[in-house]
């Protein structure tokens, strides 16, 4: 039973609201992400539950129970930070022995044999008797996470703890942490500005941006039905496109012609009911260049060529609007080129909701 | 310690620091205001105006609340005459004097700044770390240093009658308080500029040249007005200090250069303590009226980013041709004159006490020192209990002033209400000088306050720990504050997220990673204890609780108690050891000291 409910969060810092009526709620066991630019109340999201931030409406539930007026040192949580604040006057072993003072370990265990086993589970059981200051950043952040787990906690809290790494180590890290995630079956609630990082490793993330929630769902779903214009520009790269809606049967769509430019009209899935004006989201990857028996074809221009190694970065020209579109081949495209798309892999955005 | 008492705590010790504070300092202080306003009951100014108007205190001036309106006509009177000198009055006087002594240390302290800005040479850090010493200073002991430098039998006069001249007569003129003022505020001068000129990034400099200035004209344009600011900030401060100056006036002055701070004592002693809280009244609201002033101008100065790179230093000595570098000649000049000033009192305090009168060695005085003197009379002032009462004072000191200074520097890091409420907290005690602390609490403590119907007292070692206290904990503050402030919250929140109260993320991890902070600001606290004079002065008062500054002061104002300056010059040299010892700590630590 450890499973962490939101309920219309507020939390405002001298008069500038931090969290603007948060609500979500994270099942056991489950991994979940907050993700959103720096600035959208992620963290504040995370201090709260941890007890750091006291909500000034709603209410936050850890396995069942209201921890309103609950101090951080009672609510059984672990937080890994970013910088991973280890005790710089503590031994390795002394900090991650640390939460063991004040809680006794899960299980049949003595402190000391609970530290060695935590200290193997993140594979530093030579270090220690380190100074965590001899220790890599990699080092000290899989130490961080001993200690937050050592007393055994009801949820794990980690803010952003790998963004202090380099590209490669963080990429292995969070292969790492999933992996412990999973072995422990502990909720975890984590928090990154990187939306890559958050669809790799999550079971469910919550976009938020400007204190709010914008959507929370699967990676998959977040990626592919974006509920808000904010989420489709904010995770991966995408194509957004503004369209007048021609007819709801069948549902047809008129992409807007700027610079009183023609146009062009297209079939898609679905449209939301009652609306006169949407707008569409194409990812580069679901656009093949050359493609010229496509139910969707566009004739646009290469503008400008990105190589990737893997692949091309076109960014084309259609009709006045620039689209980034995705090519794998030997040879950069150059020229008048036609661009393909299946009606399938056109998103309306915010579509699903009424 | 169950959790439920761990969380109590720190709001406990809030509270009872609040309290610790009332007790000994704003209650104690506000009864000597109350004192001075009220007659028998009744609110009454009229103790106020009978000072004001009174020509003794305040001299010309007092036309100004007898007769104001005959002030025009006096004016003209006084043009007509031909300007002749106007009577000052005690207020007159220790502003006037206050005033030489802020033109000479800033005299004294600006070459210094340039030095130390401008120059690299062997030493430079140290002296810079130097210039921290005057506050950890006992001023009754730098008195008896330049007693021993520019007394009649001082070193000086020594060194002039061995070559034929002197002897010269400075003691107990404005000229020797001036200097002495000057050799406690002119390393304040030197380090608040040098602070500010090392600030100025090069490159600022730099552009200006590039776009066509000349040296002189880069100077003046980009330099000076980043050390202005940090020179009237140190000379607003040295008018305040000096203005409040007491046992430097009262050692090197005596009553017939009597400032208010003297004559308060004066007063004091002379049992008429109504004249005398009337008298603390008008001076406090004069130096609320300058700390005030003060704060206003500090906080209209930005913060420099310190980010930049500061100005390149040339070397001091640059072979035989420092010989014919006209400002170096005049640097080396200038130090000639700081060392007489710095150095000469501490070396003549050292030199004097190890001197028999007939300038043969001697250890006679450090013997006096630690004998026991089982034939002195009753109400003799004995050296070794003054040594012992010092530092036990100091240690009890310590106990109260570390954690108070500690519990308001927590409030102070916290921002909000609570750090404007801290900034207030430790601003007051800077604008009250000790001796009205002092005199507040042998009002309200050692004389007792009727509360409920009994009588409470506190005995003089008690009232004097207390006054220690009170005027230490600010430095423990000011080390600690930026120490815990800059200190990462996310330790302190980790330690929580892990179990621990907020008393114990305190005691564990936060303070274990200040340490050296904690430590610099109880060597402050020490240091303050063991040279305190103004306050202990008053509360000592015919008690066996005197401590070293007040057994010194007795013994350069009665020469009975001992041969001649000897047995003061030995004890003022102990002094001198345990501040110096302080200072050592301080410096090794880092400790700071922002006014």
């Known amino acids: 039973m450890s499973e962490v409910t939101l309920r219309n969060v507020s939390v405002v810092f001298d008069d500038v609201p931090a969290l603007r009526d948060i609500s979500l709620s994270v099942s056991e066991g489950e991994f979940f992400t907050l993700v959103g630019p720096s600035g959208c109340g992620k963290t504040t999201t995370l201090r709260t539950v941890a007890g750091f931030e006291t909500p000034d409406t709603g209410s936050v539930e850890i396995g069942g129970r209201d921890v309103a007026g609950v101090p951080p040192e009672d609510r059984n949580v672990g937080i890994v930070f970013q910088n991973y604040a280890l005790f710089p006057h503590m031994s390795v072993r002394e900090n991650v022995a640390y939460g063991l003072r004040y809680r006794d370990p899960p299980g049949d265990v003595s402190d000391a044999e609970r530290v060695t086993n935590l200290l193997e589970l993140v594979d530093m059981a030579e270090m220690g008797d380190r100074d965590p200051e001899e220790l890599s950043g990699g080092q000290q952040q899989r130490i961080a996470l001993a200690r937050a787990l050592a007393p055994g906690p009801e949820v794990l809290l980690l803010d952003e703890p790998l963004s202090a790494l380099d590209a490669q180590l963080r990429e292995r890290l969070r292969v790492v942490i999933r992996d412990l995630q999973q072995e422990l079956g502990i909720t975890t609630i984590y928090v990154t ?34 509920a808000t214009r904010f989420v489709a520009e904010f995770i991966g790269d995408n194509n957004l496109l503004e369209g007048a809606v021609v007819s709801h049967t069948p549902p047809q769509v008129r992409l807007s012609a700027v610079d009183n430019q023609q146009g062009t009209t297209i079939t898609v899935d679905s449209l939301p009911t009652e609306s006169e004006e949407v707008t569409l989201s194409i990812r580069p990857e679901d656009i093949r260049l050359g493609d010229e028996h496509a139910p969707i074809t566009l004739s646009a221009t290469v503008e400008t060529v990105e ?19 995705t090519y794998a081949s030997d040879s950069a495209p150059e020229g008048s080129i036609t661009l393909g798309i299946d009606p399938e892999d056109v998103a309306v955005v915010g579509g699903d909701q009424p | 310690m169950s959790r439920w008492a761990e969380r109590a705590a720190l709001p406990a010790a809030v509270v009872a620091t609040i309290a610790t504070l009332s007790v000994v300092f704003y209650y104690p202080v506000g009864s000597v205001f109350v004192e001075a306003v009220l007659e028998s009951g009744r609110l009454t100014a009229d103790p106020l105006l009978d000072i004001l108007s009174d020509p003794f205190y305040t001299g010309v001036a007092h036309h100004l609340f007898v007769d104001p309106l005959g002030i025009p006509a006096g004016v003209l009177d006084w043009i007509t005459s031909g300007f002749p000198s106007v009577a000052l009055g005690r207020f007159g006087f220790t502003a006037y004097q206050a005033a030489l002594s802020t033109v000479a240390s800033v005299a004294l302290g600006l070459p210094g700044a340039y030095v130390l800005a401008r120059y690299d040479f062997r030493g430079r850090r140290m002296l810079k770390s130097l210039t921290i010493v005057p506050f950890v200073l006992p001023s009754i002991m730098v008195a008896v240093g330049f007693l021993a430098m520019f007394g009649r039998a001082g070193l000086l006069n020594d060194l002039l009658g061995s070559v034929g001249l002197g002897p010269i007569e400075l003691l107990f003129t404005l000229k020797i308080i001036v200097l002495a003022h000057a050799f406690y505020n002119a390393p304040l001068v030197t ?48 008018f305040v200090f000096t203005f409040m100056s007491f046992p430097i006036v009262l050692a090197l002055g005596g009553l017939r250069h009597a400032t208010v701070e003297v004559w308060i004592y004066a007063r004091v002693q002379a049992l008429d303590l109504g004249e005398a809280a009337t008298l603390a009244t008008l001076e406090t609201v004069l130096s609320l009226v300058l700390t005030y002033l003060y704060l206003r101008y500090e906080a209209r100065q930005r913060s420099t980013s310190g980010a930049g790179q500061s100005l390149l230093r040339k070397p001091l000595t640059i072979g035989w041709q420092t010989l014919r570098s006209p400002t170096r000649l005049a640097i080396f000049a200038y130090g000639i004159v700081a060392a007489v000033v710095f150095v000469g009192p501490l070396l003549s305090l050292l030199i004097e ?17 630690f004998a026991q003197q089982a034939a002195s009379a009753v109400g003799t002032t004995k050296p070794l209990p003054a040594i012992v009462n010092s530092i036990v004072y100091g240690l009890g000191t310590l106990a109260l002033a570390v954690p108070m200074g500690i519990v308001v520097a927590m409030l102070a890091v916290r921002g909000g209400r609570g750090s404007r409420l801290a900034e207030a907290l430790l ?24 509360l409920f119907g009994y009588r409470l007292t506190a005995a003089g070692p008690i009232a004097i720990i207390f006054a220690h206290a009170a005027a230490a904990y600010p430095f423990v503050t000011r080390n600690v504050a930026p120490a815990l402030g800059g200190l990462d919250s996310r330790y302190r929140d980790a330690a929580r997220s892990l179990g621990a109260t907020r008393l114990r993320a305190l005691l564990e991890i936060e303070l274990p990673l200040i340490g050296a902070a904690v430590l610099a600001g109880a060597a402050f606290a020490f240091a303050i204890s063991v040279g305190e004079f103004d306050s202990t002065v008053l509360l000592a008062e015919g008690v066996d609780s005197y401590t070293m500054p007040v057994a010194l002061e007795r013994y350069v104002n009665n020469r009975s108690l001992g041969p001649n300056l000897g047995p003061a010059t030995a004890m003022g040299t102990v002094l001198l050891f345990v501040t110096g010892l302080s200072f050592v700590v301080i410096d090794r630590l880092g400790g700071r000291w922002e006014p």
């Open chain 1, 193 to 226: 500005h990187d939306q890559a990082e958050a669809l790799a490793i999550s079971d469910r993330v919550a976009v938020m941006h400007d204190g709010r929630v914008e959507q929370i769902g699967p990676p998959e779903e977040i990626y592919r039905e974006p």
């Open chain 2, 353 to 369: 006490s190890v001197t028999a009168p007939d300038g043969s060695f001697t250890t006679a005085y450090y013997e006096f020192l």
């Open chain 2, 427 to 450: 601003t007051a005690p800077l604008a009250v000088s000790g001796i009205i602390v002092g005199l507040g609490l042998l009002q309200t403590m050692v004389f007792g306050t009727v």
């Open chain 2, 191 to 238: 380090r608040l500029v040098t602070t500010a000129w090392e600030s100025v990034d090069r490159r600022q400099v730099e552009s200006a040249r590039a776009m066509g200035a000349s040296p002189l004209a880069a100077f003046r344009d980009v330099v000076l007005p980043a050390i202005l600011p940090s020179l009237l900030t140190a000379a607003l401060l040295t």
């Open chain 1, 307 to 325: 190589f990737l190694g893997d692949t091309y970065r076109v960014h084309c020209r259609w009709e006045g609007q620039s689209l980034l579109v």
